[in-house]
Every structure is written in structure tokens, then in C-alpha cells.
């Protein structure tokens, strides 16, 4: 018969809810997980120890029997990086819950360069390792970012190797742990708090090198995607030639050690002096030798016979001149003679066709008063007042109405 549910008249016993969390607990199955060994102590053959999680603040108690103890081929000590297959166990007498170990087996390096490959390989396809994403370094900063250990060698090498180069140079460090589980989050932290510094113009996270595994820390995702995501370029100078860290791929310069890093971001003062001396020299002899080359050409262009006796080209166009002057004026004359004929041809042919002419030849022109030219007889009816135009002067008469040949037939039979 099921247990009747808890209330506060009828609460449950404690041993009933122990019971009972049991009872759930051990239908569960088994699960891998993986973690740092925090605490392992060994009290009768069995192993009490403490898992925590890599990266969130969470751990675990666990408990190993002997039994299984004996069975591994491995050793496990506090720090180590290590799967455990485990499954939920509560304890009634205690209250307390633990996992149970049946197996336990060390993250090894193949393990760890398998993931960090498939890492590399992500971020390869998403195109952060781009050497078009790159951004150019300043070719003098005055304010120089720094990520690294406290008191480390790394700082002290960077620091003064860029101070023996360039003395007014000015660094901004934040400083971060380069290994263990701490690395990734303060160095995420070091390298955005440095990016949004408008001053700093360039950050280098530096390490005096180590083996692969205290490095692992510069091959997170989450400082890969930092360092991607600055605006402010990046120096790796991590220094580990066999394993680069992934950092190195998507920083904008990799330097092979801090010193490396100081002597490629900050100019050499006393080499660029003498490479502008240098630029200088050269300057002045190209500028000279330009000079001495341009005087001789010059003395050469005064030594022409154009240049030492200019009056001669002069005198070469005034004759041509005065030829084109003299054709000019023939060929004017020529052409004024032909048109005065031309216009004395108009002229007589204009005046032949002139009305004059006619009046010359004893015809008269005869108008009314009031308007044009009489050409029929009926145009002028009795009494109408005529003007007539003769060759020299003009008359005034008065109409009959009658035609002339009426008139004159009238004449001859009186």
C-alpha cells in the first residue's frame, strides 16, 4: 500500500524521505564526468575525494571503494585532470548524497590535442585564423598594453627590452594568471579591459613559454574569441615553438618570445635615427646629382646656335613676312579690279532696266492723283485729275473720259 501524502498533521518520518530519495536514486544509471581532483584522500582502502568543474564554480563529493580502487592501472593525486564514471548514492544514516566511482581515468594528451583540434578546426571554418582579418601594428605607439604574470620573466623581458629601444614608451599592464584554470577567465578579463582603454594602441599577452598543458589555458575558445573580437591588435608572445597555442593563430602578430614581442612592436630609436640619416644622405645626393644634371642641360641649351644668336630667326621672318605682305597686296589688288568691273556691268545693266531710261526715250508715265499708275482708259473717267511724269519734270491735265482714238476720229471729221 502507497504511502499517504506528507502533511502537517501527518508528517512523513525522516527515514521515510531518506528512504524514498534512495530508492529514486539508485534507479538512476551511470554518468561520465569530467573535472579537477580538488581533494583525494585514501582512509581504509576506499577514496573520498571532491570533483570540480573547470570552468563554473561547482563540485562534487565522490566515494571509491577499494575494490574498485585496485582495478585501476592508474595513479590519481589532488590537481589532476581526470573522467570519472560515476552514479548518484545517498546515504540515509547521514543524509548526505556522493557519487559512487566505478571507473576513473586521466585526460590524457591525446585527448587534449584531439579537442583543441577540433577547436582549431571550428574556428578555422568561421574564418577567425584569416590573415585578411589581421590588423597592422603602429609603427609607433605611445601607449603599449601588456597581459601577463605578476612579477613574471615574461613582464620583466618585455618591459625592458622595449625601454632599452624606445625610453618614452609607455605600458599599461594588466596582469592575469598564465596557467591553471584561472588563465582563460583573467586573461578574457585583461585583454578587454586593455582593448577598451582608448589610449592603448597595441596589447601583447606575453608568457616566458612552459610545456603544452600549463599552455592550455591560451588555447580556450573564450581567448580565442576575445582576441578576435578587440579592435586594438594583438601580439601572442606565449613562446612555445612545438605547440603554438591557438592564440597565436588569431593574434595579429605572433612574436616567439617576450623579448621577440618588445623588439617587433616598439621601433629602435637609435636604428631609426640612423636610418633617417641615412634617408637624408641619399636625399641630398639625388637632389645634388639632380641639380648638376639639370645646370648641364641648361649649358647646353645656351650653347645652340637658337639661343646664342636668337636675331637671326627674326630676320629669317621678317623676309618671310614681307613676301606674304607683298602677295597679299597683289592678290587684293587683283581682286578690287575684278569686282570695280563686275559692279560697272551691274551698274549698266541696272540702268537699262530702269524706268528713267524709258522716260528718256520720250514715253511718260501717267498716275492719278490718289493712287497708282493709269494703264486703261477707263481708269481715268471724265474729269479726273491726272499727273504726268515726263523725262525732265512732270505735268498736271484733266481727263476727257474718252478714249485717244475717239478723240482723234472726232478731231478729223471737224
Not at 585514501?42 to 580502487?69: I, P
Not at 597565436?248 to 621601433?267: G, I, N, Y
Not at 639632380?290 to 650653347?303: A, N
Amino acid at each position: 500500500m502507497a504511502d499517504a501524502p506528507a502533511t502537517r498533521e501527518a508528517p512523513w518520518p525522516v527515514a521515510l524521505l531518506s528512504g524514498k530519495l534512495k530508492e529514486y536514486l539508485d534507479r538512476l544509471g551511470t554518468v561520465w564526468v569530467e573535472g579537477e581532483i580538488t581533494q583525494f584522500g585514501v582512509s581504509g582502502g576506499n577514496v573520498y575525494g571532491k570533483l570540480k568543474d573547470l570552468e563554473a564554480d561547482a563540485t562534487l563529493s565522490f566515494t571509491m571503494w577499494s575494490s574498485v580502487r585496485a582495478r585501476l592501472s592508474e595513479q590519481f593525486k589532488q590537481g589532476d585532470h581526470a573522467v570519472l564514471l560515476v552514479k548518484p548514492s545517498w546515504w540515509v544514516k547521514g543524509g548526505s548524497l556522493s557519487m559512487q566511482v566505478y571507473d576513473m581515468k586521466h585526460v590524457g594528451l591525446g585527448d587534449l590535442l584531439e579537442r583543441l583540434e577540433r577547436l582549431r578546426a571550428q574556428l578555422t571554418a568561421e574564418g577567425l585564423f584569416e590573415a585578411s582579418r589581421k590588423k597592422r601594428l603602429p609603427f609607433l605607439p605611445g601607449v603599449v598594453g601588456l597581459v601577463t604574470g605578476r612579477d613574471s620573466d615574461a613582464e620583466q623581458d618585455v618591459l625592458r627590452n622595449a625601454r632599452l629601444r624606445w625610453p618614452s614608451v609607455e605600458f599599461r599592464i594588466a596582469y592575469a594568471a598564465v596557467q591553471g584554470d584561472r588563465t582563460a577567465v583573467e586573461v578574457v578579463s585583461a585583454i578587454r579591459r586593455l582593448d577598451a582603454d582608448p589610449e592603448v594602441e597595441v596589447i601583447i599577452v606575453a608568457r616566458g613559454g612552459g610545456d603544452f598543458q600549463n599552455l592550455l589555458g591560451f588555447s580556450d575558445e573564450r581567448v580565442v574569441r576575445a582576441a578576435a573580437a578587440a579592435s586594438t591588435p594583438i601580439v601572442s608572445a606565449i613562446g612555445h615553438e612545438a605547440d603554438r597555442p591557438l592564440l597565436d593563430e588569431v593574434a595579429d602578430l605572433r612574436a616567439s618570445t617576450p623579448t621577440d614581442a618588445a623588439k617587433r612592436v616598439v621601433p629602435d630609436v637609435a636604428e631609426e635615427l640612423t636610418r633617417v640619416e641615412q634617408a637624408r644622405a641619399r636625399l641630398g645626393m639625388r637632389l645634388a646629382s639632380m641639380l648638376t644634371r639639370e645646370i648641364d642641360r641648361i649649358g647646353h641649351l645656351r650653347t645652340r646656335p637658337a639661343l646664342a644668336d636668337p636675331g637671326w630667326m627674326i630676320d629669317r621672318r621678317a623676309e618671310e613676312l614681307t613676301r606674304w605682305v607683298a602677295r597679299g597686296t597683289e592678290l587684293m589688288e587683283r581682286r578690287i579690279e575684278r569686282q570695280s568691273t563686275r559692279v560697272g556691268e551691274l551698274r549698266g545693266h541696272l540702268r537699262a532696266l530702269s524706268p528713267q531710261a524709258t522716260l528718256d526715250r520720250g514715253y511718260a508715265i501717267v498716275q492719278r492723283d490718289h493712287d497708282g499708275v493709269l494703264t486703261r482708259p477707263d481708269q481715268a473717267p471724265e474729269g479726273t485729275r491726272l499727273r504726268i511724269t515726263l523725262a525732265e519734270g512732270g505735268l498736271g491735265a484733266v481727263s476727257t473720259g474718252r478714249p485717244m482714238d475717239d478723240e482723234s476720229t472726232a478731231d478729223a471729221a471737224e
